[in-house]
């Protein structure tokens, strides 16, 4: 235990920077190790090796500063405050994620009870900014963009939230650090030695969850808001400079977050074997790094494989498969739940 | 799918009768763009991702289908049919490089065969191996660029990095012989400049093996790929018979089911009767089609390569021309099956050291004249589709 008391104002501060400070970080580590180095590995070519010496590692700090030296364009016919609002309620709705994703016992920002419930219904403010955004760039291409985002967004929401509810019922609990404490203390056939991670129960959910991430992450293969080959940019395409930058940190740092989501609810979270108490504090945050890193390399392979679907192709696949397979689960589980 | 009309046997190209509802439906496409409202007006390009270089579309869109699109060419006509009457023959060849950029050494050998046919030069067996050898390696290159650059359309952006890396082996090896990789201008009027350089041909056998592999490869990687076949799959067919009213030509007519290879059905114009090959076709004529059938044919092409090699014949590369080169009064029509299709020149001669006028038949040209037709009623995401699947190259359109 930590043994001094400091003001609740003092925490929130800290709290506050922590959040502010890692959102970007994780939106440089995930865009350097997979957007950079594993799809440039994927595709026979190296990635940037010189910035920063080892690997090319200072690429986007690079970029990053590159960015914020930009002018700050605006086209004329813009609708200039919405326009400049937007790229910031898309990455207001990531940092609102990372609020309650726990990181070890004590380790949380905000142990909400209605943790994924809150999770992802924030997660969904960003199609707001996207529609702001298209909207307000008075662009073709961008408002194609927007509308398609906010379609799929909307489509793919419904069964994200319904491959989460199997493990919600199976915990017993919406709030993120009592999934974590169920998996941590669940037994595999009464052997209790490694916990019980979801993703040996909840597999249907875990699949589910992470095709329906993909696409409120716009990735391929549900990139159409984005499709460069169609759209040049969608929604983001009058953006430049610092603007942009704060679409890329959104993007990456959404990615993490998901991926944290996936792999607190599935893989057991920051829960390691045997370990409790303040050691699990300090452990907790690398072993939940190293599962996000698992969980967000299956997300970007799966990005740099395929092509992408068109947007009738997506709600039927939604709508006709998704949805279904995910009531299904549900009821098994809740059958099962009873029954056992 | 199948496009539900009677193919002509092979070698030959469909009669045409076209469908009255065919036309009606092609007068209707014809866009007025100043006077219609209420539709959104997408201009795609000039600068576009998709339109690999200067093609613009003007699309009308309702919601996201297409009611019609009119494609504006002309953003990069620089006049080559011109500009040959101001060079001489041997200079032509450096403009005529540049019209179909990907595959220029093909492009040489029309114009070239044709020079040789008004002044009764035949080319040493050797040199016509070779221009073989270096028109099917160009082939390869350009499909191979295709392969990838569709995984590319439609939203997967590894194979483009494969095809790129394939090609490069191939561009090595043209630039081994001609010393250039893009317009290599090695075509004389009775042969070629140069031999063969030494240590090419275990170079060339092995970076076939690496050509048929990816082709493999990509078999797996795309055409196999559920969604690949999802987006392309009956997305924007060309009948047989309408494709031909077009002048629609090489691997998107034979997509339709047409069995018709110049390099077989044409004058012959290079030794292609001494190899073992295969004219591929598929009964489709969607975009998944035009893809198959490209894949296929650069499978052949190196097989051929490695026949040609296997067949070589020694002696020399040049025959006995003047020097300085002047044609002798006549008018010829050459045309080939160029990786884009069917390539012609019509030479007209008056004796003098530079033709009086020449008209370059360019294959993209008459390709993407159907495209009013394909794009009605499809999807903004089809669009690209098809653009990709057709296949041109901008300098081959405008010349």
Redesign the interface.
Known sequence: MIAFDIGWGTTLAIKAIIVLAIVPLTALILGYVFLLKM?SH????LGPMDPGGFHGWFQLIGDGVKFMQKEDIMTKEADRRVFALAPAVVVLSTFLVFVVIPAGPRLVVAPLDVGIFYALAVSSLSVIGVLMAGWASAN??AL?GALRAAAQLIAYELPLVLAVVGVVIQAGTMNLQGIVGAQQNGEIFGWGGLGQPYILTQFIGFALFMIAAQAELTQ??F??PV??????AGYMVEYTGFRFLFFFIGEFGTAFAFSALAATMFLGGWSVPWVHGSAADVLGPLVLFAKVMLVAFLMFWAR??????????LQALAWKWLIPIALINILVTGVLKVAF | MTTGTELPPPGQLPEVHVDPSMLRQLAESQVNVELDTGD?I??LGPQ???THGTLRLVVRLDG?RVIAADPVIGYMHRGYEKLTEFRTYPQITTLINRIDWLSSFANEVPFISGAEMLMGIEAPPRAQYIRTALTELSRIATFLLFLGEM????????PA??GF?DREYVLNLIEGVTGGRFHPNFNRIGGLKDDLPWGWYSECRSTMAKVLASCDEFEN??VG?P??E??TRSIGIIPAELGAAYGVSGSNIRASGVDWDLRRDGKPYLPYNELDWKVWTHPDGDSFARYWVRLQETRESARMVLQLLQQMPAGPVMAKVPRIIKVPEGEVWVNTENPLGEMGYYIVSKGATGPFRVKIRSASFSNVSILPWMLRGV??????TIL?SLYFILGDIDR
């Open positions: 799809m994927m595709q026979s070519r073709k291409f194609l391929p293969p990139d159409m499709a460069e080959s169609e759209l040049v740099f494989t395929y092509p992408r679907l068109r947007e009738d192709q | 959104m997408l201009n576009h991702p998709a996201e995984g590319l359309q439609v939203g997967a952006i590894t990095f494969y890396r990687l795309v790929n969604i690949f999802q987006r999807y903004v995401p089809d669009i690209i990709a």
